[in-house]
């Protein structure tokens, strides 16, 4: 768990989009908390007892479960740094 705070505190320092104010849930399912920072940060949050999709589309940066990525194991977090056109997209729907 160490390990994990000591990359998202490392990875806050570099990341320009944790420094904006620009802040926009996403809804995605009961359960579920996401949020994207600037144009090029998403955070999803999985307290729900099943497996979910992110609502956001980049790479995994950080996760709290080895199995995290394009789905999203019960009880764990993830960082993605956003494509550009994600959340261009976003924004349209």
Not at 25 to 51: H, K, M, Q, Y
Not at 66 to 77: C, I, T, Y
Request: negative net charge.
């Amino acid at each position: 768990m160490l390990h994990l705070y000591r990359e998202a505190v490392a990875l806050r320092r570099h990341l320009p989009a944790l420094a904006s104010d620009d802040f926009r849930w996403l809804w995605i399912e009961p359960g579920v908390l996401a949020f994207t920072r600037g144009d090029g940060f998403g955070c999803v949050v999985n307290c729900a007892s099943r497996v979910v999709s992110p609502p956001v589309d980049g790479e995994l940066l950080l996760a709290s479960h080895q199995e995290a990525g394009d789905k999203l194991p019960p009880n764990s977090a993830a960082w993605y740094l956003l494509a550009p056109s994600a959340e261009s997209d976003g924004e349209a729907a």
